[in-house]
């Protein structure tokens, strides 16, 4: 299948499986054998992206889908036969972005259209027509007009503050239907989710995050060490692109009781010059797709040690038959260990080694961090608060709700001792805040305030 957002949904003895297409009808895939591969092809009443199947107690069948920042989540139901609607589409989640915060589109629910990147396409392009630089281009209405008539729906759409909404999902438990969405944008720091109605909670872990911030340093760096360490999936360290045996290390300190190391690879290969040979695009020009085919796999050996002198193996994958750029090392009973080690063996395409995350977990030897104190939070406009506190943990986590004892949502800061949180429901006259401060060894938690 050369199509985006693949649903599976089994009913019986049936698995029912669609994926994601705009501008013609898409059919729809059942099959008792998976594995053996032969589908039953039923075909499709209407174009969708972003599709769930859902079938209900009483064996009724319900669709939703929804991908865009200018249409909402739809809803139908389903004849189970045909698959063809029972009836019009009904739009069920749609922009709210006046309302709730957490709706509103960009960096932190910062939007600068400048820095869109087909802002900076376009403004590129018009700056070689009229022979000046990029930053003098103020205005991008010629670009978009001068472009073919499909596409400027697009760009208009991808300039726009308007939020997307996207990734339906029904779920029924306990006789309420919860209905998930996510925003505001997949390329942003503060990709939701939503649900009507739900509720959410978090729990203090038992084992703590052992390695931010702490010093790293690795056998080649065209990107630093360190950005393995940061707790922010948008830096990573990068190899050397001549390096054989990309090796990272994490000094955690201090010896640790170590329970877990997740290893997050990132992708930063760059353009692909070409294609395998005998490949070819499949899609619309501009927007084509190429399925790999070829086996890969991502190898690696993690190793631990006390002195950063003798080494033990925590985790060999080697010989590993996976690829799997995002993987986790766990040991129940934990190890000692200051140092953790990482050696990477294979990637796929042979690209350079990327770490976003060398991420330790465990416990410290000392003890959990003082209360966050002198705690105020100032409400600035309906939808945006700023909260303050004092204290030297490693880090806070910073929860809100609308009741003293339903914090259900929380934003984790790490070397601040402020945060500013644009998430909120502007009907909502009050909320309540909690500030709990978290280091090597534990949490402490805070008290609650009005704002």
């Not at 299948?1 to 003895?13: F, S």
């Not at 976003?356 to 608060?385: C, I």
Request: net charge negative; with cysteine.
């Amino acid at each position: 299948m050369y199509d985006y957002a693949p649903d599976v949904r089994v009913v019986g003895d049936w698995m029912y499986f669609c994926a994601s297409r705009k501008g013609e009808p898409y059919d729809f895939y059942r099959t008792r054998d998976p594995e053996g591969g032969v589908f039953e092809r039923i075909p499709g009443a209407f174009d969708f992206w972003d599709p769930n199947l859902f079938v209900d107690d009483d064996g009724r069948f319900y669709f939703y889908w929804g991908c865009s920042n200018m249409t909402p989540i739809w809803g139908v139901e389903l004849d189970l036969a045909a698959m063809e609607p029972l009836g019009e589409p009904v739009p069920l989640i749609e922009n709210r972005k006046t309302e709730h915060g957490w709706e509103r589109t960009g960096e932190n629910h910062h939007y600068d259209p400048g820095k869109s990147s087909v802002a900076q396409l376009l403004r590129a392009q018009m700056a070689q027509v009229l022979g000046c630089r990029p930053e003098e281009v103020t205005d991008l209405t010629p670009a978009i007009e001068a472009a073919p008539e499909q596409y400027r729906t697009l760009l208009r759409a991808a300039l726009s503050d308007s939020l997307y909404i996207e990734g339906a999902w029904m779920t029924k438990h306990g006789g309420k239907y919860y209905l998930q969405y996510a925003c505001p944008g997949a390329q942003y720091n503060v990709y939701c989710d939503g649900v009507y109605v739900g509720r959410a909670s978090w729990a203090a872990p038992e084992w703590m995050l052992l390695s931010y911030g702490k010093r790293a340093w690795a056998s080649s760096e065209d990107k630093p060490a360190a950005n393995a360490v940061d707790e922010n999936v948008q830096t990573w360290w990068r190899a050397g692109a001549d390096d054989k045996a990309p090796r990272l290390t994490v000094d955690l300190g201090d010896v640790c009781t170590v329970n877990a190391v997740q290893v997050n690879f990132a992708d930063d290969m760059g353009t692909v010059e070409r294609l395998p040979e005998g490949a070819e695009l499949v899609g619309d020009p501009g927007r084509g797709r190429y399925i790999e085919e070829r086996e890969f796999f991502t190898r690696w050996l993690l190793e631990t040690s006390t002195d950063g002198e003798s080494w033990i193996v925590l985790e060999d994958r080697r010989e590993a038959n996976t690829d799997l750029t995002h993987d986790l090392a766990a040991r129940e009973g934990g190890v000692d260990a200051r140092y953790v080690r990482l050696t990477v063996t294979e990637t796929a395409y042979h690209a350079p080694a990327c770490i976003s995350g060398l991420r330790v977990f465990g416990r410290g030897r000392g003890g959990p961090p003082e209360q966050a104190a002198q705690v105020s939070a100032r409400r600035r406009d309906g939808m945006t608060m700023e909260v303050r506190w004092r204290g030297d943990a490693v880090g806070c986590e910073v929860l809100w709700g609308h009741s003293p004892n339903k914090l259900y949502h929380s934003f984790r800061v790490f070397g601040k001792n402020q945060v500013e949180i644009r998430g909120l429901k502007a009907d909502v006259e009050r909320y309540y805040v909690r500030v709990d401060a978290f280091n090597e060894n534990g949490i402490t938690a805070g008290e609650t305030c009005a704002v």
